[in-house]
């Protein structure tokens, strides 16, 4: 029986064979390679990967086709939201059978996963985040997301799309828009374009209170069209800071490196708990 998208889960299926084929070159699987796609629905991108790989770990959260997928013998199904998957944990799992059928050459790359999917547009962003706390154990992400959720994700400064996503991404991963995908490519086509974009986690990130660059990060964008002096400015004082910030500009002006220069020096000012 034919599956009818479900739109509570946010289901568009792609079908167009020749962007398929492009998606899962840009994401160039390699056998043996510890991968897991969420979402794989109808298997679009799960067939050709696993072909590649020789096993492949989904996550998928409709019960109808992650029956579909358990019978796939050369796949592993995670029956879940992936918002409550602990990636450390199906990390540790899914490198450990990778870890036996590979070569010493691919010991190091074995200890960690990438993630690849077609991830659902209505919660895309909470996802970005998600996986963002367990950045240790991944190699590479890429993802195909709503084409406008991308162009801010890959921002820069003094531009329209650079904000909140820009900042909290850009410190901790190189990203790229590697493909335009139309929505006729999809069943059903979704009501905009779309996109694939690859992450790569730096391999020496800053030291850094994630939660406090959030914070601040949230602060700065909450009222853009106006001078940080009148935000972020007046949230500096409330914290005391002593330092030199210039809020003599708008919250879209002011670089990814400056934002986590900025937090690392509220960190070292705080005081330590009583």
Request: hydrophobic content about 45%.
């Amino acid at each position: 029986m034919k599956h009818i998208a479900r739109k509570r889960f946010g289901q568009h299926f792609l079908t167009d064979q020749g962007i398929i084929e492009d998606i899962v070159n840009a994401i160039a699987p390699k056998p043996g390679q510890a991968m897991v796609e969420i979402g794989p629905g109808l298997a679009a991108l799960t067939q050709p990967l696993v072909e590649r790989l020789g096993r492949l770990s989904v996550i998928e959260l409709d019960r109808d086709l992650a029956a579909q997928l358990r019978a796939h013998p050369q796949l592993d199904v995670v029956e879940s939201d992936v918002l409550r998957v602990d990636f450390q944990q199906l990390a540790a799992r899914v490198t450990a059978v990778s870890a036996v059928s590979a070569t010493a050459a691919d010991a190091a790359a074995a200890l960690k996963i990438r993630v690849v999917g077609n991830l659902p547009y209505n919660i895309s962003t909470p996802i970005l985040f998600h996986l963002l706390d367990a950045v240790d154990v991944i190699e590479d992400q890429h993802f195909m997301l709503q084409k406008e959720v991308i162009d801010r994700m890959v921002a820069r400064p003094a531009t329209s799309d650079y904000g909140r996503l820009s900042v909290m991404l850009q410190w901790r991963y190189a990203m790229e828009n590697v493909l335009f995908v139309p929505p006729q490519s999809f069943d059903p086509p979704p009501r905009v374009d779309s996109a694939v974009v690859r992450m790569v986690p730096h391999a020496h990130p800053p030291a850094l209170d994630v939660k406090g660059l959030s914070e601040l990060v949230q602060v700065a964008f909450s009222q853009r069209r106006k001078l940080l002096r009148n935000t972020l400015g007046r949230w500096l004082e409330a914290r005391a800071f002593a330092g030199d910030f210039d809020t003599q500009r708008r919250a879209e002006e002011v670089p990814v490196e400056q934002y986590v220069a900025l937090a690392q020096q509220l960190a070292v000012a705080r005081p330590a708990p009583a």
